[in-house]
């Protein structure tokens, strides 16, 4: 896949794309993706070519692979410049942990856009995001211990993340607690 890829960067035609894309939608990067990040770093790419691809792949893609494949290799770069494109594609709970990983890979404050997808969320996509988050601020732990692990589905999946980063047993601490986090 990656000499695909490789092969598409240098000659983006409609033959090598469509090469590339065939390849993938019978793959599961979710498989194989940290020996394919390894391998994708190691290619040394030039970067603009591949977000330029990445990009090509995320606006023709009808298959799901497709997304999480082109998300993955857009992480791979600095792709600080497409935080707003990632973040709407996190909204979708199946792309929320590529989208974490392009985010904490491939931008500045990626904590706070993991964040902004976990309160927004719900399902798989928020326990993607909540067990991804580096709870930073006073206000994050709050928010962890007050609605973190409110969700559509198995609330105390997340119980634990939330108690644990959320800091309870220092909040419980305190002479007085809110009858919010009560």
Not at 46 to 74: M, N, P, S
Not at 141 to 157: A, F, P, Q, S, V
Request: glycine residues 4%; negative net charge.
């Amino acid at each position: 896949l990656l000499k695909l890829l490789e092969e598409q960067i240098n000659d983006p035609t409609t033959k090598t794309r469509k090469a590339t894309y065939e390849k993938i939608i019978f793959d599961q990067i979710a498989s194989y993706g940290n020996e394919f990040i390894e391998r994708f770093r190691e290619a040394e790419l030039d970067e603009t070519l591949v977000q330029h691809e990445a990009l090509w792949l995320l606006e023709h893609a009808a298959h799901r692979e497709v997304v999480k494949f082109a998300i993955t290799v857009l992480g791979c770069t600095n792709c600080e410049k497409y935080k707003d494109l990632l973040f709407t594609l996190g909204m979708h709970e199946e792309f929320t942990i590529y989208v974490v990983f392009a985010l904490r890979n491939g931008t500045i404050q990626a904590n706070e856009q993991i964040w902004k997808l976990a309160q927004e969320l719900q399902g798989w996509g928020k326990i993607a995001a909540v067990e991804h988050l580096d709870a930073s601020t006073p206000e994050m732990k709050h928010w962890l211990l007050t609605k973190g692990c409110r969700n559509e589905i198995m609330d105390e999946y997340l119980a634990y993340t939330c108690a644990i980063n959320g800091e309870l047993d220092v909040a419980l601490y305190e002479e007085m607690i809110s009858k919010e986090l009560y």
